[in-house]
């Protein structure tokens, strides 16, 4: 369905026009709809659904703009989400000069409280905690809040939240209508629908509309040892334009990242020991195609929502499988197709199929490049640079080079020059601590198990698969080495 066609207005339109968008997602074709109408609207879908507009557009259309008072709250359960939504707020209503301010802890208190009282916003955004510490200082009024949105519930709900939200929800005593996101259902979060809400309209988006059916789900058996190398191996050969890189702990995003710049990958990381500025910073420049790939802990990633990312790398196995759907979900965006890649210890096999069970997907096992076929890929890249630097004016340089051509064999030059573009990065050890498995918490979906580890599970390298994408990334095609598996080969030989 095409957004005009939702009954919104001229200036809305624009603004989603010049955002690229073109038709509405489920979400926000069955949502919008009924939020103008004033309805309650609880909506169950995953990351990466449209949830965001599905909400915004709405709120943006009914705002009284002669009306200088707050009309609508949307709380979210990280800042980083807290940020884009603003953000996302801001682009669509720019036309419509919509005041928009977020507050979340880790900044300066001092310093919100007096951008609220200048310039009293009509739509606030705020993570729990700072909107109850705002309330309690009194330095905000939520009295002519007419909308309140409890964006990804289920995240607030495990980061226990809970008794925040309904604290708040007590301070909207005027509030018309409610609107509630979530990926899951748990019972708390129905409780709270029950509480608060007046005869809301479920929308359900089904398994089949969800973007992570455009994801392909491998796995790599690897030892904790391995994962690094094989890791670097599989990034030469598929080239991702954006890639995030998830792994379990903070220790392991220093490491991971420092590994992948010694080796010259374009990388940065994020996790909650890194200060506010520094992790916006990163997701910008992560955003803005300045990084290739982006290391992050869950917690740090919670409401990452970055279009573009082609691949996740799941470098440590998520402690649950509701961690699986979020991970995956950064990628296989607006249509796009994406790769997930887990990397799965033997004694994880068995946990790894509780997952599978879950997301009623099963993982393709996948077996990586050797070192020689990672070179060919990084070598692969090093050409399309030239070809792309040949067709740039060179005339400057024609004497220097006729100087090196009466020194050097032509073939020996242009080979030391795709040695300087390509990563030669054989001879860069990289130390990457051990760690155990954590234990895995259960929900009642199932239980880590040790399981043995079939032959017969061993797969080949996307290549091997009949189904496969000709348009591959880096324009080479993702088959390779004429259909031959690949082996893992160590450094030791």
């Known amino acids: 369905m095409k957004f005009s066609e939702l009954g919104l207005k001229d200036k809305l339109l624009k603004a989603i026009k010049r955002s690229g968008f073109e038709e509405a997602t489920p979400i926000q074709e069955q949502t919008i709809p009924l939020a103008l109408a004033g309805r309650d609207v609880i909506g169950q879908a995953q990351t990466g659904t449209g949830k965001t507009a599905a909400f915004a557009l709405p709120i943006l259309q009914n705002l009284d703009k002669h009306n200088k008072v707050i009309q609508a709250l949307i709380i979210e359960p990280t800042r980083e989400l807290a940020i884009q939504t603003q953000e996302e707020l801001f682009r669509l209503g720019r036309d419509e000069n919509a005041r928009v301010q977020v507050v979340y802890g880790g900044a300066d208190i001092g310093r919100q409280i007096r951008s609220l009282k200048n310039h009293v916003p009509a739509i606030l955004v705020?993570?729990?905690?700072?909107?109850?510490?705002?309330?309690?200082?009194?330095?905000?009024?939520?009295?002519?809040?007419?909308?309140?949105?409890?964006?990804?519930?289920?995240?607030?709900?495990?980061?226990?939240?809970?008794?925040?939200?309904?604290?708040?929800?007590?301070?909207?005593?005027?509030?018309?209508?409610?609107?509630?996101?979530?990926?899951?259902?748990?019972?708390?979060?129905?409780?709270?629908?029950?509480?608060?809400?007046?005869?809301?309209?479920?929308?359900?988006?089904?398994?089949?509309?969800?973007?992570?059916?455009?994801?392909?789900?491998?796995?790599?058996?690897?030892?904790?040892?391995?994962?690094?190398?094989?890791?670097?191996?599989?990034?030469?050969?598929?080239?991702?334009?954006?890639?995030?890189?998830?792994?379990?702990?903070?220790?392991?995003?220093?490491?991971?990242?420092?590994?992948?710049?010694?080796?010259?990958?374009?990388?940065?990381?994020?996790?909650?020991?890194?200060?506010?500025?520094?992790?916006?910073?990163?997701?910008?420049?992560?955003?803005?195609?300045?990084l290739d790939i982006l290391v992050a802990t869950d917690v740090a990633a919670r409401g990452l929502d970055i279009s573009g990312v082609t691949h996740v790398y799941n470098y440590d196995i998520p402690q649950d499988p509701d961690s699986y759907v979020h991970r995956i979900g950064r990628t296989g965006r607006a249509g796009q197709n994406g790769s997930s890649i887990t990397f799965v210890t033997p004694n994880e096999i068995g946990y790894m199929r509780t997952i599978e069970q879950l997301t009623k997907k099963k993982m393709t096992p996948l077996r990586p490049p050797s070192d020689d076929q990672a070179l060919r890929g990084q070598l692969k890249v090093a050409k399309s640079k030239i070809e792309d630097i040949m067709k740039e004016d060179l005339s400057k340089y024609t004497d220097d080079a006729n100087e090196l051509l009466e020194n050097y064999l032509a073939v020996d030059l242009v080979s030391a020059f795709l040695k300087n573009l390509s990563k030669d990065s054989s001879n860069v050890e990289v130390k990457i601590s051990s760690e155990k498995p954590l234990p895995y918490k259960g929900n009642g979906r199932g239980s880590r198990g040790r399981s043995s580890h079939s032959r017969n599970s061993r797969g080949g390298y996307r290549g091997d698969r009949n189904r496969s994408r000709s348009n591959y990334r880096g324009g080479h095609s993702r088959r390779s080495g004429n259909g031959r598996n690949f082996i893992i080969k160590n450094k030791k030989g």
């Open 126 to 290: 705020g993570t729990p905690g700072r909107l109850l510490d705002h309330l309690k200082r009194k330095t905000i009024d939520l009295e002519n809040v007419n909308t309140i949105v409890l964006d990804e519930a289920d995240e607030m709900l495990d980061m226990g939240f809970i008794q925040d939200i309904e604290s708040i929800l007590g301070y909207v005593k005027n509030r018309k209508q409610t609107l509630l996101f979530s990926a899951t259902m748990p019972k708390p979060i129905l409780n709270i629908s029950e509480k608060f809400m007046h005869n809301p309209e479920i929308v359900r988006i089904k398994t089949k509309e969800l973007t992570a059916d455009l994801i392909d789900q491998y796995f790599v058996r690897a030892k904790d040892s391995e994962k690094f190398d094989v890791m670097c191996r599989l990034i030469d050969v598929e080239n991702p334009d954006l890639a995030v890189v998830f792994v379990r702990t903070k220790r392991r995003v220093d490491e991971v990242t420092r590994g992948l710049q010694a080796r010259g990958y374009n990388a940065a990381g994020i996790h909650g020991d890194l200060t506010q500025a520094r992790r916006i910073t990163v997701l910008k420049r992560f955003r803005a195609g300045k």
